[in-house]
């Protein structure tokens, strides 16, 4: 199995920054996509990055130049750099991955962290 450890959420004021992280750990063959994705109050969970193997990453619209995504491949780690935070960014960060476990070496499955809240205070 994988499991996926987030941490770094908190409580910030608007134009402040915060830095999530993600470890996969567990009897992992294969790590693809890494990501994240938010859910806010009242809201539907949201794509807000996702970034491959070979670094080339995809951003939601509503982030594109406030948050960086990034992986440590050597230690199946992504990160959420986030700048600029404004209040409508306040949600559940879900850490996701698409990984291959020994168990199951035939296909990807897809894994999720249990969240870590990110507050933006006006």
């Known amino acids: 199995q994988v499991q996926l450890v987030e941490s770094g959420g908190g409580l910030v004021q608007a134009g402040g920054s915060l830095r999530l992280s993600c470890a996969a750990s567990?009897?992992?063959?294969?790590?693809?996509?890494m990501g994240w994705y938010r859910q806010g109050p009242g809201k539907q969970r949201e794509l807000v990055a996702t970034?491959?193997?070979?670094?080339?990453?995809n951003y939601a619209d509503a982030v594109l130049g406030r948050f960086t995504i990034s992986r440590d491949n050597a230690k199946d780690t992504v990160y959420l750099q986030m700048n600029s935070l404004k209040p409508e960014d306040t949600a559940l960060y879900y850490c996701?991955?698409?990984?291959?476990?020994?168990?199951?070496?035939?296909?990807?499955?897809?894994?999720w962290g249990q969240g870590t809240q990110v507050t933006v205070s006006s």
């Open positions: 996701y991955s698409q990984a291959r476990p020994y168990s199951a070496l035939s296909g990807l499955y897809n894994y």
């Open positions: 567990g009897s992992i063959f294969e790590i693809s996509v």
């Open positions: 970034i491959s193997t070979g670094g080339n990453s």
